[in-house]
Each structure stands twice: as C-alpha cells, then as structure tokens.
C-alpha cells in the first residue's frame, strides 16, 4: 500500500516540526515547507536522514507548487510570538491571508484534505467563559494584536468558503496555548520567557498583578488532537487545549520551583488588549474525537525547561515580551 504523502506549511516551525516528526512515525511521506522567517533548520535537522522527508525552502505568500500526489495538506505556516505583532505585521496577515489562499488552491488542484492551523485569538478578550466554538469572539481589528486575531479570523473564513463554494475537505483547529521543547528562546510566550529569566537567575516578568488566566497545554497533547481532528468526518472548528487554568503568577511559581532559582517575580503593566482569562471548552474533542490532554503542567514543563536548559546561553537572552 502506498505511503500517504502529506505537505506541512511552516513545518520547520515548533508546532510544525513536531507536526512532521509525529506524521513521519505514523508512516506518512512528509514534505516540510518553510521560508525560515520564525522557523529553524535545526527543528528539523533529525529528520534529514529519514527516507520519506523532504524539505522545500519556499513562502507560502507567493503561489505553492508542490509536484506529485498530495493526500493531505496542513497549513501550519505563521509568525505566532506576541513579539512578532509589532515586528513583522504584514508578513503575519499575509500569511493568514495569502498563504491560507494558495494552500487552499493547493488542496483543490489535488484533491487534498486540508487542515488549518487556527488559534484561539480568534476569541480576542473573550467575554464568554469557557470558549465554545460557537462564541464570536471579542477581537480589536485596530490594536496591535489585530494582525494576527483577524488574520485567524479571516483564514478561517476562506477556509469555510473554499469547503462550501468548492467542495474542498476542510478541518480547523482553534489552537490553545502550547508550549513544549522548540519554541524560540526569543519567543516572548509566558512559558518560553519565564524559562529563560529563571535559567539566567532573572526576576521572571508578569504584566498585571498575574491574576489573568492561561490554559497550557504541552505540544504532544495538541498533536495528538491535530491529527485525531484531521482524521475524523468533523469540518467545524474544533478547540485543542487544556481546560485546567493556572494564573499567570502560579505559572510563575512552579517555573521558580522547578528552576530553583530565587529571582522572584518583577510586576509590569498590561499591555494592550492582552487577554484576562483564556479557556477552551474542550467539549466537541471529547465528544468527536475522543481526546482531551493527558500530560500534566508539571511534567509538560520540566521536559521544556530541560530542553531549554540545555540550549541557552547568556548571550540568547531576550527583553521580557508579551504574555
């Protein structure tokens, strides 16, 4: 029987990457595409030896050629760091817009079920709580965090036209804050920057007085509901995360705990439009797909700060950024 064959945008990427490395183990053929802007190399320099891995160096802006069959498509390709919003705005829309489009034609000239990468910014400030898929949203279309909420929001849009209009095989998962091994050092995420502060013996940075809400979820948990999602008949928007919410400064306190360092917490300012509370209602997985998230915040968190541990130095030390 032949090998699926499965093309992952943005797949040198920390979700991406992740993404190929569990495709690959189920016996795909996978074809990473990245244009490097967020991504890494080394994401996925243990996969180059694999016989069924390809690499295409290639922005998913511009018109996507991918020669031969393709059975499935997973447009994963986006700039996601808070950071990121002031930095490099354009490339983040285009890549919710543009980049969504031409994957689409993609799974249209080949008969390829596509999977989305949405997000739970889609949400914004939620005024409902728990999130259900059925709730619009509270987003600024104008504020800093707009470029990347509307470009979720929109791709999600052209998603569902394309499936209705076109008939194409769609699936969309609204992301829920992941973290695990491979993000950015420089990414700015709650997890990712308190980490590298507590390894460098910095005091860790919370905004606000720490009392908003985060669900955290460790990429195999999100993984596993990814490829669940895209194996099952669902084409509505399925929400993957962790319904068990922490404060911010309670994710601080077990970062300090399991670093051991003694830096203690510095309390800045908001910044704008920044989320008070953040849960999914997780109720659609349960019911479709048979998931929920099985590793807990303790143990998802020291496998990262194991990982981190490992790969800074005082040189990659990055300013405090956005949780």
């Not at 390829?112 to 949203?137: C, I, K």
């Not at 091994?181 to 390894?199: E, T």
């Amino acid at each position: 029987m032949a090998k699926k064959r499965a093309l992952v945008t943005g797949g040198a990427g920390f979700l991406g990457s992740h993404l190929c490395e569990r495709l690959l183990s189920e016996g795909y053929h996978v074809v990473c595409m990245d244009n490097l802007r967020t991504g890494s190399l080394e994401n996925v320099a243990h996969l180059e030896g694999e016989a069924h891995f390809e690499y295409i160096d290639h922005d998913v802006t511009s018109h996507i050629n991918v020669a031969g069959e393709l059975d499935e498509i997973y447009h994963f390709a986006s700039p996601a760091s808070p950071k990121d919003f002031s930095r490099i705005p354009i490339p983040i829309l285009k890549a919710g817009a543009l980049g969504t489009y031409n994957s689409l034609g993609l799974a249209l000239a080949k008969g390829a079920r596509l999977m989305l990468a949405s997000s739970s910014e889609v949400y914004g400030d939620p005024l409902v709580h728990p999130q259900t898929e059925n709730y619009w949203g509270n987003v600024n279309p104008v504020g800093m965090r707009g470029v990347y909420d509307e470009a979720k929001r929109y791709a999600e849009a052209i998603t569902m036209a394309y499936h209705r209009h076109h008939t194409v095989d769609t699936r969309i998962v609204r992301i829920f804050n992941t973290y695990g091994p491979r993000m950015r050092v420089d990414d700015g995420r709650m997890v990712p920057n308190f980490i590298q502060q507590a390894l460098l013996g910095r005091p860790l940075t919370v905004y606000g007085d720490g009392s908003q809400t985060r669900s955290i979820q460790y990429v195999d948990d999100l993984i596993e509901g990814t490829f669940r999602l895209m194996k099952s008949p669902e084409t509505r928007p399925v929400n993957i995360g962790n319904p068990v919410e922490y404060t911010i400064s309670e994710v601080a306190d077990l970062i300090l705990e399991l670093s051991g360092a003694e830096s203690g917490i510095a309390y800045e300012s908001l910044p704008e439009d920044d989320p008070k509370q953040r849960c999914p209602d997780i109720t659609r997985a349960k019911k479709i797909l048979g998931w929920e998230p099985r590793i807990p915040a303790r143990e998802g968190l020291k496998l990262t700060f194991e990982w981190f541990g490992q790969r800074l130095s005082p040189r990659e030390a990055a300013p405090p950024a956005e949780q």
